[in-house]
């Protein structure tokens, strides 16, 4: 096993706690949470996110939130893993309930934006990169079912 591997593990087995109890206080299946977590940021708290926007904005923390929905959902760190966690869980949710439960239009909001996501006609898909975001979170949330080895 390599060291990247190993700290990914270690991460891992850190925040997973962190991120399930924030999960299950919004009811929403931990396993997902981990898995926006992963894909966000590989369970890395202090992870930057590439500068967006005109304004060179960058989301920040394990589950990789902008500063305006830090603003939102009043998070003062977003490099502490309970409160990023935590409003983590809650946006997750809030898409959640949005699309009726519809996990790849909401894992396309997280990604993408709400906005973004309700302009799209019925028939028409969101842009590729979101597309392979949702794919990548939903594979790997069967990784972080209970029971599959990670």
């Known amino acids: 096993m390599s060291t990247t591997d190993e700290a990914l593990k270690r991460r891992r087995a850190q925040f997973a706690p962190i991120l399930d ?12 949470l981990r ?7 590989r369970f890395n708290p202090m992870a930057l996110g590439p500068v967006c926007g005109a304004n060179a904005e960058r989301a920040r923390g394990i589950v990789q939130l902008m500063p305006a929905v830090c603003r939102e959902l009043g998070v003062i760190d977003p490099h502490d893993a309970a409160q990023s966690a935590e409003a983590g869980a809650k946006l997750l949710a809030r898409h959640l309930a949005h699309f009726g439960g519809d996990e790849s239009k909401a894992l396309g909001a997280y990604n993408w934006g709400r906005g973004n996501m309700d302009r799209l006609a019925a028939d028409q898909l969101p842009p590729k990169q979101v597309r392979t975001y949702v794919a990548r979170v939903l594979a790997r949330r069967v990784v972080e079912t209970p029971g599959t080895p990670t």
């Open 21 to 32: 109890a924030a999960a299950t206080r919004h009811r929403i299946e931990p396993a997902l």
């Open 35 to 41: 898995a926006v977590a992963y894909v966000e940021s």
